[in-house]
């Protein structure tokens, strides 16, 4: 067990923070208790309650933070892209699985625990500029295509948004009865492939 930390603690919400990750990930996000993230943190259940209302509370800073690492990998994937509009957009396809991976806590606080997005502002906030983040790589690309067939940039990113989430969700997450005889890379990459080249934007032949 964790040594026992007293409310002078300099960090303990972030431990408890870190405490509900392991959870979430073992667990689920339903499927613990704030007592039990008070124990994996080496506290009292009444510490958890100084910096926390509820479970729902914790699960949303969790996701506030995951969300801040997401976007500064779509970030990092973006500018690592560059010069090529193209090169940045698919790397941040590839960011989304990557992520998933690196970050299962936060990827299920995000994206399958129930808490809404909008819940505080600053979970919007942060929420919005990774989502930002994606429409921008899809409005550099979408240049390339003629404007009478140009699909609006969030529809552009949405779709792959999609993909992506499907992906990782259906194969990426070892979830009985989805297995693929396909890595989840390859599944992405020739999905987003085909989808580029329904655009125009990827040549048939490759």
Known sequence: MPKKRGYHHGNLRQALVESALVLIETKGPTGFTLSEAAKQAGVTPAAVYRHFEGREDLIAEAARQGYEIFGDVMQYAYDKGQPSALSAFEATGRAYLAFARKYPGHYIA???????VNRTPELANVAARARGLMEKAAADLSQHIPPHKRPPASMFSAHIWALSHGVVELFARNSPGTQSPFAPEDLLESG???YLRGLGLVPPDK
């Open 110 to 116: 995000m994206f399958e625990s129930g808490i809404s």
């Open 192 to 194: 987003i492939g085909i």
